[in-house]
């Protein structure tokens, strides 16, 4: 397996491992369950049920999920995320009978920690590896071809991306709509407020496992893991979704694009077990994105549509049409890999953006913040 942008071209656009940014058509969601208070029941204490310290986890992405595992087994695991199911990056819409995978589309394997829990997951049906047309696009023309087969494999989940970390939710505390706001510390241990104002805890240890200026928002300025976070660079995507009134076949399943406002073209008809209507996601290149952060909706979808009639050779009459933006979309690959934990403060770090923008990335920091706050719980 190479490290070259032919195999791996989509995981520059948007890594994986933490939430979705918001959306730029927003959707209403439900009130996360009140844990101290009247009607509701508290969340569990510093040694939880039994003996078992509690450990919270922010964020239900590839690498919080991977931590919340990892840890369950040991500790009273309660997970926070804002979004309405887990996912983050690996993302997944539904809208007027048209699917789209709009994240991260698809994921490689080299670690053996990774390998081994991709052969379970394929062993139980959950992911597959992805038998895709691919191509490269450069100046409006097609310059590269190939078939991805099993060396090296391009995985995807069977029917929709956030069926994996669904997978990984199963059989955890996973507070949905629940936004962390704020972190305490208290005698006891640490207390997590919402945005809603509140209160959890108190907690042993408190994983953050969000985009690094999220975290660098979360974390206490005195912790060595809030300059961690704040100096971390990460970088923007918008992902356009297409609903389409007949199929189309421009010649392949997915394409990098290497130049112009885009990255990455894929077929949704083309990812295994699909279903939905015939449709198509774009995903913006990344330095384009964070140069129109901020521009209005209209102007990007314009635009985006206007380079994919050019990649494609045709102007397009999508049925449907959606926007998303994402702030925080991917990660380049750090130099040397940061410190995960604060023993002395209770707190850990994870996400993709703390080794590089990958799935596997995201996953194996998720182990290894487990790893270091069991060793640290253990030392007492």
């Known amino acids: 397996m190479t490290d070259s942008s032919t195999t791996r071209p989509a995981e520059t656009v948007i890594?994986?491992?933490?939430?979705?940014?918001?959306?730029?058509?927003g959707a209403g969601t439900r009130p996360?369950?009140?844990?101290?208070?009247?009607?509701?029941?508290?969340?569990?204490?510093v040694m939880g049920a039994g003996t078992r310290p509690a450990v919270a986890v922010i964020g239900a992405g590839a690498a919080g999920l991977a931590a919340a595992r990892a840890l369950a087994g040991a500790c009273a695991v309660t997970v926070f995320d804002k979004a309405r199911g887990p996912g983050g990056r690996l993302a997944h819409r539904r809208r007027e009978g048209f699917a789209f995978?709009?994240?991260?589309?698809?994921?490689?394997?080299?670690?053996?920690?990774?390998?081994?829990?991709?052969?379970?997951?394929?062993?139980?049906?959950?992911?597959?590896?992805?038998?895709?047309?691919?191509?490269?696009?450069?100046?409006?023309?097609?310059?590269?071809?190939?078939?991805?087969?099993?060396?090296?494999?391009?995985?995807?989940?069977?029917?929709?991306?956030?069926?994996?970390?669904?997978?990984?939710?199963?059989?955890?505390?996973?507070?949905?709509?629940?936004r962390i706001a704020a972190l305490h510390r208290m005698p006891a241990g640490w207390a997590l407020e919402s945005e809603a104002g509140e209160r959890f805890?108190?907690?042993?240890?408190?994983?953050?496992?969000?985009p690094a200026p999220q975290a660098a928002a979360l974390l206490p300025a005195a912790s060595p893991?809030?300059?961690?976070?704040?100096?971390?660079?990460m970088q923007g995507a918008f992902s356009l979704m297409l609903g389409l009134a007949a199929p189309l076949d421009p010649g392949f399943d997915a394409a990098l694009v290497r130049d112009g406002a885009l990255s990455w073209i894929s077929l949704c008809a083309a990812r295994p077990g699909h279903e939905?209507?015939?449709?198509?996601?774009?995903?913006?290149?990344?330095?384009?994105?964070?140069?129109?952060?901020?521009?209005?909706?209209?102007?990007?979808r314009a635009?985006?549509?206007?380079?994919?009639?050019?990649?494609?050779?045709?102007?397009?009459?999508?049925?449907?049409l959606d926007l998303h933006r994402w702030r925080y979309a991917n990660a380049p690959a750090v130099a040397a890999?940061?410190?995960?934990?604060?023993?002395?403060?209770?707190?850990?770090?994870?996400?993709?953006?703390?080794?590089?923008?990958?799935?596997?990335?995201?996953?194996?920091s998720g182990l290894d913040a487990a790893a270091a706050v069991l060793a640290r719980l253990a030392a007492g």
């Open 15 to 25: 890594g994986a491992g933490t939430r979705p940014a918001e959306t730029v058509i």
């Open 32 to 45: 996360a369950e009140t844990v101290m208070g009247a009607g509701t029941r508290p969340a569990e204490t």
């Open 101 to 178: 995978d709009f994240g991260a589309p698809f994921f490689t394997a080299r670690d053996p920690r990774f390998l081994a829990e991709l052969a379970r997951l394929r062993a139980a049906g959950i992911v597959t590896p992805w038998a895709c047309r691919f191509a490269e696009i450069e100046a409006a023309a097609i310059t590269h071809r190939r078939d991805w087969g099993e060396t090296p494999a391009h995985y995807v989940p069977v029917g929709r991306m956030s069926r994996l970390t669904a997978h990984w939710a199963a059989g955890l505390d996973v507070r949905q709509s629940c």
């Open 201 to 210: 805890g108190p907690f042993a240890f408190v994983i953050v496992a969000v």
């Open 225 to 233: 893991l809030h300059a961690t976070a704040a100096s971390a660079r």
């Open 276 to 300: 939905g209507g015939p449709g198509l996601v774009a995903i913006s290149r990344n330095a384009w994105a964070d140069a129109h952060l901020e521009d209005d909706p209209a102007t990007i």
């Open 303 to 320: 635009a985006m549509l206007d380079a994919l009639a050019a990649c494609l050779g045709q102007p397009l009459a999508p049925v449907h």
């Open 337 to 364: 890999r940061p410190d995960l934990i604060d023993a002395e403060g209770g707190l850990a770090l994870c996400g993709d953006w703390t080794s590089q923008g990958k799935v596997e990335a995201a996953y194996l």
